[in-house]
C-alpha cells in the first residue's frame, strides 16, 4: 500500500459531460501528479500541482484542470468528455517535485465514456 | 519530447525460464526508473538508477544501466507466476518531476 487513494474505482459517463476525480495524497506530500492510461499503453503525464500551483502540464487540452488543497487531497476536472478519454487515471504524490523523490501511484480510477 | 522505447513488447515464457526486457533512449538520460504493473492494477515502483554502469539485484531482479546512459534493462533469473504484468521503465524530466514511461513490456509466466 502507497497510502495514496483515489475515488471512486470506477465511474462510467457519457460524451458531453463533466467528472471529478479525487486523490488524496500521503500526508506531507506536497506534489500531486496526475496520468492517463489508455489501454494497453504506458501512463501518460497530464499535469503536476505543487503546493496548490499548478507546476508543470503535459499535452492535454484546457478542459483537463486540476486543484490541490491544503489537506493533501487533488482533483482532476475533465468537461466536455469525449470518447477518447476513456482511460484509467493514475495520481502520484511525492514529498518534492525532485528527481531524487520517489512518486508513489494511488490504485486508479477507471473512467469509461459512452 | 523525450522518447523511450522498450523491447519485446509482450513475452510468454515457461516458468522457471529467465525474461529480459530493454528500455533505450536516443538522449543520454540522468536518471531511470523500473515500475511493474500487474494486470488490473496501478504502477508499483521497483527502483532507480542514476549512475553509469550501475547495476542493482532485488531478489531474481537485476537492473542495469547502460554506460553511455541511454539504455537500461531489467532481467528477472527463474520467473514465477508472480511475476506476470506489465514492466514499464520511466524516466523523470528535470525541472518538475515529470515521468516519461517508455512503451512497457508484458510477460505472462506460463506454471
Known amino acids: 500500500e502507497t497510502g495514496v487513494t483515489q475515488s471512486p474505482t470506477h465511474l462510467i459517463k457519457t460524451r458531453g459531460q463533466q467528472v471529478t476525480l479525487r486523490c488524496s495524497s500521503q500526508?506531507?506530500?506536497?506534489?500531486v501528479s496526475w496520468y492517463q492510461q489508455a489501454l494497453g499503453q504506458g501512463p501518460q503525464f497530464i499535469f503536476q500541482y505543487y503546493r496548490e500551483e499548478e507546476n508543470g502540464r503535459g499535452n492535454f487540452p484546457p478542459r483537463f484542470s486540476g486543484l490541490q488543497f491544503p489537506n493533501y487531497s487533488s482533483e482532476l476536472n475533465v468537461n466536455a468528455l469525449e470518447l477518447d478519454d476513456s482511460a484509467l487515471y493514475l495520481c502520484?504524490?511525492?514529498?518534492?517535485?525532485?528527481?531524487?523523490?520517489?512518486?508513489?501511484f494511488g490504485p486508479g480510477t477507471r473512467l469509461t465514456v459512452t | 519530447g523525450q522518447q523511450v522505447m522498450q523491447i519485446p513488447q509482450y513475452q510468454h515464457v515457461q516458468e522457471g525460464e529467465d525474461f529480459t526486457t530493454y528500455c533505450n533512449s536516443s538522449?543520454?538520460?540522468?536518471?531511470i526508473q523500473w515500475y511493474k504493473q500487474r494486470p488490473g492494477g496501478h504502477p508499483v515502483f521497483l527502483i532507480q538508477?542514476?549512475?553509469?554502469?550501475e547495476v542493482k539485484k532485488q531478489k531474481r531482479l537485476t537492473f542495469q544501466f547502460g554506460e553511455a546512459k541511454k539504455n537500461s534493462s531489467l532481467h528477472i533469473t527463474a520467473t514465477q507466476t508472480t511475476d506476470v504484468g506489465t514492466y514499464f521503465c520511466a524516466v523523470m524530466n528535470t525541472g518538475f518531476q515529470k515521468l516519461v514511461f517508455g512503451t512497457g513490456t508484458r510477460l505472462l509466466v506460463s506454471p
Open positions: 538508477l542514476v549512475k553509469s554502469g
Open positions: 538522449t543520454t538520460l540522468s536518471n
Open positions: 502520484a504524490s511525492s514529498l518534492e517535485p525532485l528527481e531524487s523523490y520517489e512518486q508513489y
Open positions: 500526508s506531507g506530500h506536497n506534489t
